[in-house]
């Protein structure tokens, strides 16, 4: 049994290495010529149809509609390459959409689930408790599979207070792996 795995595995370094790589190379091609523009996402926003905070639980005085997984982190994790067309779908799917404070949303701003917590209770700002903390990291989670979006910047025993195992986000890596070759795979062979 042992031996099977062994060879799965080494099959899959290679992938794996391939995968860092690039994921380096667009990451620190888009950070090194900071060409992030929020307006490239082209969001439509909207009014939420509740006063109550995803996060909180609480009444707002104000309300946002909060990308769970936000535009910047979107497009650091792998959606700097996507068309006009990709990242205006990304900004619009509701699925990754939460009515949230404004102050918290505010708060929030780009930051992946740990800084998010951290955020929350630093002493430095806006305190505030999370009550929906694992339900935030499982539609973060969906939303970063979902666009296979890289999982890099995020600390992994976030993930797994909130049952999403390292495994699991192994096999999204894989699938982003795969699904990148199968990109590469058919635009070469229209040139």
């Known amino acids: 049994m042992l031996k099977p795995l062994h060879k799965s595995v080494r099959r899959l370094l290679p992938l794996v290495a391939s995968y860092f790589l690039l994921l380096q190379l667009v990451t620190t091609t888009a950070s090194a010529q900071n060409l992030y523009s929020r307006s490239d996402f082209n969001y439509k926003s909207y009014k939420p149809n509740t006063s109550i905070g995803f996060y909180t639980g609480q009444t707002c005085s104000a309300i946002d509609i909060d990308h769970v997984?936000?535009?910047k982190?979107?497009?650091d994790a792998g959606g700097a390459s996507w068309s006009l067309s990709k990242k205006q779908?990304?900004?619009?799917?509701?699925?990754?959409?939460?009515p949230a404070c404004a102050s918290i949303n505010r708060s929030k701003g780009a930051s992946t689930p740990s800084e998010f917590l951290r955020k929350s209770n630093d002493g430095k700002g806006l305190e505030y408790e999370i009550v929906t903390f694992c339900e935030y990291v499982g539609i973060y989670h969906s939303v970063k599979l979902k666009?296979?979006?890289?999982?890099?910047g995020n600390r992994m025993d976030t993930f797994k207070k909130c049952g999403v195992t390292l495994q699991q986000i192994i096999l999204s890596h894989i699938y982003f792996v795969r699904k990148l070759e199968n990109q590469l795979s058919n635009s070469s062979k229209l040139t």
Not at 89 to 98: E, G, L, P
Not at 147 to 152: K, V
């Open 147 to 152: 666009y296979g979006l890289s999982f890099d």
């Open 89 to 98: 779908s990304f900004a619009n799917d509701k699925a990754n959409h939460v």
């Open 73 to 75: 982190d979107a497009y």
């Open 69 to 71: 997984v936000s535009l």
